[in-house]
């Protein structure tokens, strides 16, 4: 038996057009994160989904609705899919980061799995909770095809974690796009990456994060 996850990275929020770390700071989409976020429905609309997750935040809520939308579902809300929580650095600049605090950025830049942000949580914590979030979701769905909206650091942590990779070398994984779609398949209690980073949907609507995160 074959479930089958996508997972999606939500679309252009208001935090990356300002460069903020959001966390789990609850800003919504741009006008453009809700066209990328149509355009990553239509790539569904002659496809079988039996379920739509998300995080509980906005930004990613907001880019899988067009797709609950379309096949008659309720989106069903798990917030072991939020981004990171980012205690200290929630809500600033990622310029007031790095200058408030250089070395954990520095560690956040050039060594993500050993990264911890101050008062919030690590890489490796982030890691176990939405690890927890998918065998969660994929465990109530059998079978069946789930599309879940999720965010940067929680996919780049499952691409590592699923890729056989410790957690801690998460460094070697690269961020996915906005509006991106990652393919996943269980069967037999093993995970499979079909694709990553799919945004080739998006065409000139392709977004990116900013280098200096």
Not at 53 to 80: C, F, H, M, Y
Not at 105 to 133: C, F, H, M, N, S
């Amino acid at each position: 038996m074959k479930t089958i996850l996508y997972l999606i990275r939500h679309g252009e929020s208001l935090g990356n057009v300002r460069h903020i770390f959001l966390g789990h700071t609850d800003w919504d989409l741009t006008e453009l994160g809700r066209r990328q976020a149509a355009c990553t429905a239509a790539l569904f609309r002659d496809s079988a989904v039996d379920a739509v997750v998300a995080s509980d935040l906005l930004r990613a809520w907001n880019t899988v609705l067009p797709i609950a939308e379309a096949k008659g579902l309720a989106i069903q809300p798990e917030p072991g899919f939020r981004e990171i929580f980012a205690g200290d650095w929630e809500a600033r600049t990622f310029e007031d980061i790095e200058a408030r605090y250089p070395d954990a950025y520095a560690v956040w830049r050039r060594d993500i799995g050993r990264a911890a942000t101050p008062g919030g949580e690590t890489v490796v914590q982030l890691y176990d909770r939405v690890r927890a979030a998918l065998d969660y979701t994929a465990a109530a769905h059998p079978g069946e095809t789930v599309v879940i909206a999720t965010h940067a650091t929680p996919i780049r942590v499952l691409m590592a974690g699923l890729s056989g990779l410790p957690i801690e070398e998460t460094a070697r994984i690269p961020w996915v796009s906005n509006a991106s779609v990652t393919r996943l398949c269980l069967e037999d209690g093993h995970y499979t990456i079909d694709y990553a980073d799919r945004h080739d949907h998006l065409g000139a609507l392709t977004t990116v994060l900013p280098a200096n995160v």
